[in-house]
Antibody, heavy 119, light 115 residues
Framework: QVQLQQSGPGLVKPSQTLSLTCAIS??????????WNWIRQSPSRGLEWLGR?????????DYAISVKSRIVINPDTSKNQFSLQLNSATPEDTAIYYC?????????WGQGTTVTVSS | QAVLTQPSSLSASPGASASLTCTLR?????????ISWYQQKPGSPPLFLLR?????????GSGVPSRFSGSKDASANAGILLISGLQSEDEADYYC?????????FGGGTKLTVL
């Protein structure tokens, strides 16, 4: 049974980097069939897909246009996890952040991490 | 215009059926897309209910009751989530999702009230 466990700080200062990690159990981040996503949710923006990473003989990333200049999603094969870095955070990045595994859609979600960007 | 449009709210009675719609922007043909549906209750992440592309290409989420089903209305260019035999526990927000233009795109969600 695949499970996703998120971790990371709940408070980030403006202009700093928002960093979160999603640990995978029951599957491998480097499997040739897994695709690993980050999504966020806020009252103003609703559910917003941020990006994904996946391995198909080599690593690939796809990012949402809205954050493409600020986002990095990295796999960590040694720890079987993947991470989100969102640079130059602003109060508009305040949201609940989720990691999710792709299947038919976004089939399995982490528990969510509430991140507030504030000084 | 948004890629996916959902009515903001819907009310229905226990035991009745509820039809939740997800309308695709007019330049996007619903026939070409698989539409995923999610249920979200307060304090919890979205839960995958099902994906529907056609009657021969559909998947139910693990443990999701069969009273949740998907379909399409080609004339309305919309995907439909049908919930039959409504129960109080079905009261939640419901979201649709498609893969469009190299990105996952969510609808704005429908708040279903069972009363």
């Amino acid at each position: 049974q695949v499970q996703l466990q998120q971790s990371g700080p709940g408070l980030v200062k403006p202009s700093q980097t928002l960093s979160l990690t999603c640990a995978i159990s029951g599957d491998s981040v480097s499997s040739n069939s897994g695709t690993w996503n980050w999504i966020r949710q806020s009252p103003s923006r609703g559910l917003e897909w941020l990006g994904r990473t996946y391995y198909r003989s080599k690593w690939y990333n796809d990012y949402a246009i809205s954050v493409k200049s600020r986002i990095v999603i990295n796999p960590d094969t040694s720890k079987n996890q993947f991470s989100l870095q969102l640079n130059s955070a602003t109060p508009e990045d305040t949201a609940i952040y989720y990691c999710a595994k792709e299947g038919y859609g976004l089939d399995l979600w982490g528990q969510g991490t509430t991140v507030t960007v504030s000084s | 215009q948004a890629v996916l449009t959902q009515p903001s709210s819907l009310s229905a009675s226990p035991g009745a059926s509820a039809s939740l719609t997800c309308t695709l922007r007019s330049d996007i043909n619903v026939a070409a897309y698989g539409i995923s549906w999610y249920q979200q209750k307060p304090g919890s992440p979205p839960l995958f209910l099902l994906r529907y592309r056609s009657d021969s290409d559909k998947q139910q989420g693990s443990g999701v009751p069969s009273r949740f089903s998907g379909s399409k209305d080609a004339s309305a260019n919309a995907g439909i989530l049908l919930i039959s035999g409504l129960q109080s526990e079905d009261e939640a927000d419901y979201y649709c999702l498609i893969w469009y233009s190299s990105a996952w795109v969510f609808g704005g969600g429908t708040k279903l009230t069972v009363l």
